[in-house]
């Protein structure tokens, strides 16, 4: 799948030649000499010179073999016999032997060619001379292992491996430059360099950096006398922390109030002392730490302070500070360890902040964020409270006060709702940045085209850049982008492009797929596809920063909606096109490519190497050769990359180029050709050969993100050779023919590579139609062993989300039609997945395409439309035809990669399952044959027979699941109207899986699953149903589910054992499904008897679903909890939304217990959003859920109080009498609006949790529209009991 370079090809057969005709030695010697790479050394010739005989200077391969290399016989010039020596070999001085222009593995011992060894000796006939063992001191190998460590506000940590120093003593250094920008810097500080360092020594280095909250690129640069290495061989990104910093206040009870001014005068001991304390308290381990005293206030003496860190330790700096002020630790000077104050809270009571007795502060429980004066008072209120509580004394002043002071806190909290974008419009400072627009290329070169791009912005909003491909328009909009961000910090930036066909540029059908996911940042969801571009557009306008949308790659076909192409202030339009007819009536700007100025600049821009290979160019040479490319930059790119890698003359690349072009085919112009042949040549002459053959895979991928180790798995399917990916990667890098991003992780290769068009089409027009094919079949079989769903969810889905785009993008070629019948199968399988992917995203509609072409393909193998029983028997038929003809996907199940999760269950069945399957796993590594037959051994995995036996079986059944189950994200009428085909698609699948269990004895999970979450999930649908019909089809489902617990069966799933009999998240999921069943039955009981005994059947059920889903946790040898399953918090939110809807219903009462007899229904509820905040995986829905439903519990307990007070004028929690509010001395009882400071407390707790459910939602779940509107019917509720609270005299006002 290659051509070989002359060069390449030449040290091929002379390796196979030495190889075949003279033994290898593995160690030389000799007596050794050095010389410097790039220099020459020279050799001493020992014997006398006979001048009537032929005199040789030779390579020793051995103790009898050796190559001659120079030989100079009588009356004629001396001959080079060795052609990588040619104007390198002289005589000097006699015969003495002149190496010039050393080279490591062209003349050294420590070759990497182990067929040249660097031994050289001088001869005549039998005469031989001191054979010389040539060292060449050279660069040292690039250090690697680099790994970024730590990055702080204004410094990096790396650890690195040191490579061979070159034969001379290497120093290590950290060098660094802003991401997009050019010039490498060295870095600074005590510990950024080492020297010397030896080959493999792990080394630490750390460097100061300029700014905060910028992206740089690191690396770690070798050097010795002779050389340095290159930045650019490898780096790691690394951004520094952002600067952030919050308020603290400290009571200081033993210092005079002197001023509020801290640069007063008499203030300076006191502010020196203070941040003297807090550093040496909290400085040794946050050394970035800023500490300043804004203010004194009175109080004996508060301190209002300023402590600014990095953004990733301010949590830890807010735990230390707190741990300093309660432990005591801020010595010098005298502190009151329970005054704290962070942002205006008091700081949680932690544990290790309780006094020895216990004790916490009250308020650190009750209290939500409020104004530090507020606080202030609440303090002095709630302790008189407390002690007039306590000592059953009651002081009227002072408990006004509290009163006074709890309203004013009250009142505070409201105010909180102007800040809410769901209730009011945002403020600029809550909005946040939204981007998907990458940066551009490594090595862009800012252009005038680019400088005009950025003038033509300024004067429309929109605009056109077009210009023919490789003329750099999306680098320049990507360019115009960074800047654009730089200036407007809270953007939403939009890069609408990389579509599933690239040879049709930007489609319709990308632009609908990355609106809605535009439109889901943005928090509007559930859109139909023509409300998407005027939802966008609107929620744009209403934000205070400015909004960037680029299209990328439009054509006449794009079909861009209007709505995004409107002409809005606030919201800057790009468009790239090749076209020159998109007839947009916008202003456009075409660009022509580098100027004259731009062309010198790029080529000769300022490192050594260019300096090296262009100074001695003509300016008018290189001209010429951007005059080839058009002077696209692609083009040119391509050539600066070829120039500096192989130490080609531009005279000479232009002479190969125009050869190579030559065999171009196709109408392009010739500039374009010139490209194509760039591109060709690189990859003939400048890569490996393996290399090579991986770059190919790239041209019928999506253009983005392509995984590096997807094509080398490719390559090693198609070829059964091993590929160097580190080498690919390097290559690729260094022509320019791809953009790398990403890293190799611990347990997967996630390096990744981008390709241009032209570099995908010139390596179509280069493959014939057999290498086409060849690489589809061999990435669709990667694909079978990689690209599957994980019905457990236990994977992230960070392989799949890769792998999606690409996978598109090879079912989209032509000759995926024509692909043998043992493909379908396979094809079947990735097109399922590929629709439970796009389910899993909520875009059922995006999955229609995919799963009825998976359908398509199984009936194309045996029709689906005869009775169960004889498409379960001509399946099985098939699918034993199919994998003795060579099935794709039938083999592929033997050599899938397996989840943690799958491991985790099979090491359940089998104790003394071996670790290498951990390992595996953890590394994403496909399972190999010795280890599916170990599994076959231990009754963990299916063997041969029972895999032809239900292949297609469980194929069929799972595709038919997957499909019908698109019924569950469909909305109103469209959800109606798919249900009759779910139900036939499930049943089908149920049948087949239930006659394969009951035929073969083969039990598959999709057996279980079909009836879990499929035919039972059906019964819960109640669109469309009668009350007598729901409630029928309700028990159904609960008697299903029980039978599905009591199932012990073990189920296989694509012959791997997936879940056994004793499986907790099963029974939760079940008990879940119940739990909701009972739920729906309570409203749907005809009498209190029936509804009594549902609500006692759902708090069992619901017991039983908490202790599955707590049984799932995972914990250490220490009891620290490793492993909390992401239900968890659902689950317990689910337990307590059950209690408040009895109680708001009126099935429970407040002095009742709940519904399994447990105690006071709302405490239980505040239990269970208590436990579910407790979870510290609990994603931010759940949080919301779970604020919201304490907000519900302190309303109804504030509530319950009111009624209660309005019978016998007491609270309902201690008895107390409650406060009057109109000056009566009298402890009068008032029923009317008067509330106790408990019920305040009640308020403050609800307001406050409802502040926080509303925050979340605002900023991050504006999608979630019913559960908001749910939580603002509850915040009017709370508002309400505020607003009605009585106002507070004046006078008394003012006394607090």
């Not at 060292?135 to 650890?159: F, G, M, Q, W």
């Not at 580190?726 to 990744?752: C, H, N, P, T, Y």
């Amino acid at each position: 799948m290659m051509t070989m370079t002359t060069k390449s090809a030449y040290r091929l057969f002379l390796a196979i030649f030495v190889g075949c005709l003279f033994i290898q030695t593995s160690n030389a010697t000799g007596t050794e000499v050095f010389g410097d790479e790039g220099g020459y050394v020279d050799l001493q010739c020992d014997p006398e010179y006979d001048d009537s005989k032929s005199l040789f200077w030779q390579l020793v391969q051995g103790p009898t073999r050796s190559i001659q290399v120079l030989v100079k016989e009588p009356g004629k010039d001396v001959e080079i016999r060795e052609p990588r020596y040619l104007g390198r070999l002289s005589l000097r001085d006699g015969n003495n032997l002149r190496i010039s222009n050393l080279n490591r593995d062209d003349d050294s011992v420590d070759s990497s060619v182990p067929y040249f060894v660097g031994t050289y000796q001088c001869a005549q006939q039998d005469t031989t001379g001191t054979e010389w063992t040539l060292r060449v001191r050279r660069t040292p190998a690039p250090p690697t292992d680099l790994e970024v460590i730590a990055a702080k506000l204004y410094s990096v940590t790396v650890e690195v491996t040191g490579g061979h120093d070159g034969l001379v003593p290497q120093s290590l250094c950290v060098w660094y430059r802003e991401q997009g920008t050019e010039e490498w810097k060295k870095g600074k500080g005590e510990n950024s360099c080492k020297n010397p360092v030896s080959e493999g020594e792990e080394v630490t280095l750390q460097s100061t950096l300029p700014t905060a909250n910028t992206t740089y690129q690191v690396c770690v640069v070798a050097q010795n006398r002779l050389n340095s290495t290159r930045c650019d061989d490898a780096y790691n990104q690394a951004t520094t922390d952002s600067v952030a910093s919050f308020n603290s206040t400290i009571r200081l009870p033993s210092e005079p109030y002197k001023s509020p001014d801290p640069n007063h005068r008499e203030n300076g001991e006191l502010v020196t002392r203070i941040i003297d304390s807090v550093n040496n308290a909290i400085q040794p381990a946050h050394p970035d730490l800023e500490v300043e005293v804004i203010q004194f206030r009175e109080g004996s003496v508060l301190a209002d302070m300023k402590i600014s860190v990095g953004q990733r330790e301010i949590q830890d700096v807010k735990d230390d500070l707190v741990s300093a002020v309660r432990s005591g630790r801020l010595t010098g000077v005298d502190v009151d360890k329970n005054y704290l104050l962070i942002d205006n809270e008091i700081p949680p009571v932690r544990q290790e902040d309780r006094d020895p007795h216990g004790n916490s502060n009250i308020l650190a429980q009750v209290l939500s964020p409020i104004a530090a004066l507020v606080v202030v008072a609440v303090i002095a209120g709630v302790v008189a409270y407390c002690l007039c509580y306590h000592k059953d004394t009651y002081s009227k002043g002072v408990a006004m006060e509290t009163l006074i002071g709890l309203v004013h806190t009250l009142k505070e909290l409201t105010k909180n709702d102007a800040d809410l974008s769901i209730l009011l419009p945002t403020p600029a400072a809550t909005e946040k940045p939204i981007s998907n627009v990458r940066q551009p290329d490594l090595g862009f070169h800012e252009s005038e085209d680019c400088k005009n791009i950025v003038a033509k912005a300024e004067e429309a909003n929109s605009l056109v850049v077009s210009g023919s491909t490789g003329s750099g328009k999306t680098q320049g909009v990507l360019a115009y982008a960074q800047k654009f961000a730089q200036k407007n910090t809270n953007a939403v930036m939009w890069f609408f492009g990389r579509s599933k066909n690239e040879e049709k540029g930007l489609t319709k059908e990308t632009v609908l797929e990355q609106g809605m996911e535009l439109a889901k940042k943005l928090g509007e969801g559930n859109l139909t596809a023509e409300e998407v571009p005027n939802k966008v557009m609107e929620s744009l306008q209403t934000r205070q920063s400015k909004s960037l949308l680029i299209f990328d790659d439009g054509t006449v076909t794009t079909e861009i909606p209007a709505a995004y192409l409107s002409a809005f202030e606030k919201v800057i339009v790009f468009i790239t096109t090749r076209s020159a007819n998109l007839d947009l009536n916008l202003p456009e700007y075409k660009m022509e490519g580098f100027a004259k100025e731009d062309v010198l600049e790029f080529l000769k821009r300022g490192d050594k190497r260019s300096e090296e290979i262009f100074k001695e160019t003509s300016d008018e040479d290189l001209l010429k050769l951007a005059d080839h490319f058009g002077n696209l930059p692609h083009g040119l790119s391509l050539a600066r990359s070829y120039l500096l890698k192989s130490r080609t003359s531009v005279e000479r690349y232009l002479r190969e180029l125009k050869e190579r072009s030559k065999g171009v085919l196709g109408e392009l112009k010739e500039h374009e050709k010139a490209v194509y042949g760039a591109i060709l040549l690189s990859m003939e002459n400048r890569m490996a050969r393996s290399s090579q053959d991986m770059l190919k895979f790239t041209a019928i991928l999506s253009q983005d993100r392509i995984p590096v180790f997807i094509v080398s798995k490719a390559l090693e399917i198609a070829s059964s050779e091993n590929a160097d990916r580190d080498e690919f990667i390097k290559e690729a890098e260094k022509l320019s023919l791809a953009r790398v991003e990403g890293k190799k992780e611990a347990w997967i290769d996630g390096r990744m590579i981008s390709v241009h068009q032209q570099t995908q089409a010139a390596i179509l027009s280069y493959v014939d139609e057999e290498q086409l094919e060849t690489m589809t079949k061999s990435l669709i079989q990667a694909f079978l062993e990689y690209f599957h769903k994980d019905t457990r969810k236990i994977q992230d889905g960070y392989i799949n989300g890769l792998l999606l785009p690409h996978v598109e993008a090879v079912l989209n070629l032509p000759i995926v039609k024509q692909l043998p019948e043992e493909f379908h199968a396979g094809l079947a399988r990735l097109y399922e997945t590929i629709g439970y992917m796009y389910c899993q995203r909520r875009l059922p509609e995006a999955a229609v395409p995919a799963l009825e072409k998976a359908k398509e393909m199984i009936s194309g193998l045996v029709p689906l439309d005869t009775d169960a029983a004889s498409i379960f028997q001509s399946l099985v038929e098939k699918g034993r035809e199919l994998y003795d003809n060579g099935d794709v996907y039938s083999k592929s199940l033997k050599k899938r990669v397996l989840t943690t999760g799958d491991v985790k269950v099979l090491q359940t069945k089998v104790k003394t399952l071996s670790e290498e399957f951990s390992i595996a796993a953890k590394m994403g590594q496909p399972l190999t044959e010795e280890q599916h037959q170990q599994l076959v051994q231990l009754k963990l995995a299916y063997n041969t027979e029972e895999i032809k036996q239900s292949f297609l079986v469980e194929l069929t059944a799972t595709i038919l699941y997957t499909s019908a189950r698109r019924i569950f994200y469909f909305q109103g009428t469209e959800r109606v109207q798919y249900r009759q085909t779910a139900e036939k698609d499930l049943n089908l699948s149920l049948a087949l899986s239930q006659k394969l269990a009951s035929d073969q004895g083969l039990q598959i999970l999709n057996k279980m699953l079909s009836q879990r979450s499929g035919t039972l999930y059906l019964l819960k649908e109640t669109e469309g149903k009668s009350p007598e019909q729901q409630k029928e089809d309700f028990l159904l489902a609960i008697e299903g589910y029980q039978e599905l617990i009591n199932d012990d069966n073990d189920y296989f799933e694509n012959g791997v054992l997936k879940k056994i009999g004793n499986d907790d998240w099963h029974w939760m999921h079940c008990y879940r499904a119940i739990v909701d069943s009972y739920c729906h039955l309570t409203d749907l009981a005809t009498t209190d008897e029936e509804r009594a005994d549902f609500i006692r059947l759902h708090g069992e059920s619901a017991k039983k679903m908490v202790e599955f889903g707590e049984k799932q946790v995972k914990r250490d040898d220490k009891g620290k909890v490793t492993e909390e399953p992401e239900m968890l918090p659902e689950v317990y939110n689910k337990s307590g939304d059950f209690l408040i809807e009895m109680r708001k219903k009126g099935f429970v009462k407040s002095d009742q217990g709940t519904p399994a007899g447990d105690g006071d229904a709302l405490a239980m509820a505040e239990q269970w959003y208590r436990k579910a905040l407790a979870v510290k995986s609990i994603k931010l829905y759940h949080e919301a859920v779970s604020r919201l439903g304490l907000a519900k519990v302190y309303t109804l307990l504030y509530e319950a109080e009111q009624s209660k007070a309005s019978t016998n004028g007491k609270s309902t929690t201690n008895g107390e009498t409650r406060i009057p509010m109109d000056g009566n001395e009298e402890k009068t009882p008032l029923v009317n609006n008067n509330p106790t400071i408990d019920e305040i407390h009640q308020l403050i707790n609800a307001k406050g949790e409802m502040n926080k459910s509303l925050k979340i939602y605002d900023q991050e779940l504006r999608n979630r529209t019913k559960d908001i509107q749910e939580a603002k019917k509850w915040n009017d509720r709370i508002v309400g009991h505020i607003d009605s609270l009585p106002d507070v005299p004046r006078e008394q006002e003012s006394s607090v």
